[in-house]
């Protein structure tokens, strides 16, 4: 008897769930092309109210839900799996997994004509799990971008900077600010300007977190703090960390530890 009750029960959750989430964010669905794998990697916000989208296998597309159905333009391609897309000084500034490109569409025909390389600052071996998220503008003027860790067996080439956050001036100047993340796949700030990111599990977090992005901080994951000892850090390598034990206890026996602001259940 206990399971057609919950059979019942569950969708009336659902339902009540759905209409909860409603007060707070007004949920639409909207129609994607045909034929295209709409894997949307990236999301911002035109003045003229389009919205930008990278697509996670290398493209990117206007959406303008001016009329009665919205349409959808195709004017970039041939990126490697860009995770972000930032408009900023007429330009498309999109994190690419190996490089910061500005997108630039010189002539207004809404099709990309130069493709122009920022920075490329940061290393990549060819590991599945190198992936690189952003950018987002900060109050400072510069770009914040976050890179996902190493994972698994490692191949002795560059992989400079993975497992921490850095950000780009306009000259594409790149500066290693903080460190300890593994999959950091969420950016964004707070009402006062303050940049935050997600990070998801770690070596071994059953949660979620968010942190606040702060130069010289470290997050917890180990395996980047290699790259202090690097020309540029803002930290030095610590001589001992203590692993395998409860985060109030971490935080005492690490000192150097940034906790997070938020966990998530």
Known sequence: MVKPFLLVF???IATFAFASEERFYRIETLPTPQDVSFEVSGLDTLPDGRVAITLR???????????ETPTYKKIAQALHEPLGVLWY??????????????????????VIDEYRTLTEDWGLTGNYHEYAYGPKLDLNGKLWI??????GKKIEKDNRWRGWGVT?????????????????CGLGTNATGEM??????????????LHQLKRGSFYGHTDSLEHCDREGSPMKKPEKVEANIPIP????KNPF??????WFP
């Open 249 to 252: 206890e971490a935080k005492e």
């Open 10 to 12: 569950l969708p009336l």
């Open 57 to 67: 296998k290398g493209e990117l597309w206007l959406l303008d839900d001016s009329g």
């Open 168 to 184: 780009v001036d306009e000259d594409g100047n790149l500066t290693p600010e903080c460190c300890g993340m593994r999959s950091p």
């Open 89 to 110: 000084n007429d330009s498309y500034f999109v994190t690419q997994r190996g490089e910061l490109s500005r997108l630039i569409d010189c002539d207004g025909d809404d």
């Open 146 to 151: 976050t890179l996902n860790q190493t994972i």
């Open 196 to 209: 935050f990111f997600t990070d998801q599990q770690g070596n071994w977090v059953p949660a979620g977190t």
């Open 257 to 262: 530890l940034s906790l997070p602001a938020v």
